[in-house]
Structure formats: C-alpha cells, structure tokens
Nanobody, 122 residues
C-alpha cells in the first residue's frame, strides 16, 4: 500500500506561481509512475501531468504546456508540480496519483491522494 499526501495549494493571484508537493509514504518500490490530475466544480477530472520514475519521461496536458513542470526527488519519495503563469481556469482540486508501470493520461492509477485546493483569483 502506498499513501500519497498533497501539499502546497492555496490562493494566488492570476499570473502568480505555486509549487505543489506529493509525498509518498508506506511501502514503496522503484518503478512507480506518478501523475497529477485536477477537478474543477461541475467538471470531469482531467489529466495535468505525469512522470516516469524509471525513465524520467514526462507528459503534459495541452492546457498547461509551457506553464507547468513536473519533477521528482526519489530520495525523498516526493513529486512536485511547479505551476507558473497561473490563470483563473487553473482553479481546481489537484490530486496526485501513483501506479506501478508506465505513466498514462487515463485515470487508472492505483493510489490517489486526497487533493489540495488551488484557487487563482483575477
């Protein structure tokens, strides 16, 4: 079992930046892919970014390319999401997720955090 805890969310003005963290605890193994998803009120949960722990490959949703950066620190069992040039449309609850194997844009990850709220004001 892997437990994931997100942190770093909050209220920020449009154009500002936030860095989200996702810390993994419990028994973990090498080769876990990590992903970030978000869900705004009244909308479906959508893919944001993903990273492969074994290969270092990354992928991003078109809506965040050039603004968001996903990174990892395996020594700390932590994945980060650096969010720059934030827009009101980025307002959502952000969830991190983990699965053993290749990363994917589909919401088929095995473990999920409880989410952290990001609110961007105009």
């Amino acid at each position: 079992q892997v437990q994931l805890v997100e942190s770093g969310g909050g209220l920020v003005q449009a154009g500002g930046s936030l860095r989200l963290s996702c810390a993994a605890s419990g028994r973990t193994f090498s080769g876990y892919a990590m992903g970030w998803f978000r869900q705004a009120p009244g909308k479906e949960r959508e893919f944001v970014a993903a990273i492969s722990w074994s290969g270092g490959n990354t992928d991003y949703a078109d809506s965040v390319k050039g603004r968001f950066t996903i990174s990892r620190d395996n020594a700390k069992n932590t994945v980060y999401l650096q969010m720059n040039s934030l827009k009101p449309e980025d307002t959502a609850v952000y969830y991190c997720a983990s699965r053993l194997g290749m990363f994917t844009i589909a919401p088929i990850y095995d473990f999920w955090g409880q989410g952290t709220q990001v609110t961007v004001s105009s």
